[in-house]
T-cell receptor
Framework: GEDVEQSLFLSVREGDSSVINCTYTDSSSTYLYWYKQEPGAGLQLLTYIFSNMDMKQDQRLTVLLNKKDKHLSLRIADTQTGDSAIYFCADAEAGGADGLTFGKGTHLIIQP | KAGVTQTPRYLIKTRGQQVTLSCSPISGHRSVSWYQQTPGQGLQFLFEYFSETQRNKGNFPGRFSGRQFSNSRSEMNVSTLELGDSALYLC?????????????FGPGTRLTVL
C-alpha cells in the first residue's frame, strides 16, 4: 500500500528557517498537504500543493514538490516559538478511496 | 464561519461498552471523514460519508460504524470497546464531492478505554 515517511524530530534555533521533509510512494497522489498539530489539539491545515506544481509560497511557508523523487518539503522562514508543534505530511490519491494517508509527523523543537 | 465541532471532547469507557461520537461539519460542507490517531499507528482513515452515504471505508473491523444525517452532521459508533480503541478520534469536513478536496479537522474526541 501507499506510504508517507517523515523524520520524527527537527530542532532549530529561533529565527532560523526550518525545513521539514516528506517522501511518499503513491504515484497517483493528486494533492499533498501539510497539517500542524499543537498539544491537545486537532489538525490545522497549513497549506497544500497540487501534484502538477513545483512550488507554492504562502507568507512564511514555502512548499517544494519533486514529483520525480516523490519528495515534498515544507520550509518555515523565521521560525518562532509558536511554530513548535507536530507537522504532518499527507497525500490524497486520485479517487481518494483511502482518505488521506499521513506520515507519522515531525516534532519541530525550537531552541531559544 | 464556525469550524468543525466534535462532542464530547473527552470520554472514559470500560471494555465491552459501546460509544457514540458526534461531529458537526463546517456549514455548507457535505463530506465528513473520520480518522483514528494513536501513538503507535499514527493517523488512520476510518470512513467517509457524503450525502448520508458511506462512500469510502478504511481497514477497520465492523465494530466501527458511522452514519450521516441530512444536515451533514455525522456520528461514529464503536461497539464492544477494546483497550486498543483508546485514541484521539478526529473528524474532518470538506466542501465538495471528492474526498481529495481539502479537509478541515475538528479538535477531536479523546477516548480512553479502561
Amino acid at each position: 500500500g501507499e506510504d508517507v515517511e517523515q523524520s520524527l524530530f527537527l530542532s532549530v534555533r529561533e529565527g532560523d528557517s526550518s525545513v521539514i521533509n516528506c517522501t511518499y510512494t503513491d504515484s497517483s497522489s493528486t494533492y499533498l498537504y501539510w497539517y500542524k498539530q499543537e498539544p491537545g489539539a486537532g489538525l490545522q491545515l497549513l497549506t497544500y500543493i497540487f501534484s502538477n506544481m513545483d512550488m507554492k509560497q504562502d507568507q512564511r511557508l514555502t512548499v517544494l514538490l519533486n514529483k520525480k523523487d516523490k519528495h515534498l518539503s515544507l520550509r518555515i522562514a523565521d521560525t518562532q516559538t509558536g511554530d513548535s508543534a507536530i507537522y504532518f505530511c499527507a497525500d490524497a490519491e486520485a479517487g481518494g478511496a483511502d482518505g488521506l494517508t499521513f506520515g507519522k509527523g515531525t516534532h519541530l523543537i525550537i531552541q531559544p | 464561519k464556525a469550524g468543525v465541532t466534535q462532542t464530547p471532547r473527552y470520554l472514559i469507557k470500560t471494555r465491552g461498552q459501546q460509544v457514540t461520537l458526534s461531529c458537526s461539519p463546517i456549514s455548507g460542507h457535505r463530506s465528513v471523514s473520520w480518522y483514528q490517531q494513536t501513538p503507535g499507528q499514527g493517523l488512520q482513515f476510518l470512513f467517509e460519508y457524503f450525502s448520508e452515504t458511506q462512500r469510502n471505508k478504511g481497514n477497520f473491523p465492523g465494530r466501527f460504524s458511522g452514519r450521516q444525517f441530512s444536515n451533514s452532521r455525522s456520528e461514529m459508533n464503536v461497539s464492544t470497546l477494546e483497550l486498543g480503541d483508546s485514541a484521539l478520534y478526529l473528524c474532518a469536513s470538506s466542501p465538495a464531492s471528492t474526498v481529495t478536496d481539502t479537509q478541515y479537522f475538528g479538535p477531536g474526541t479523546r477516548l480512553t478505554v479502561l
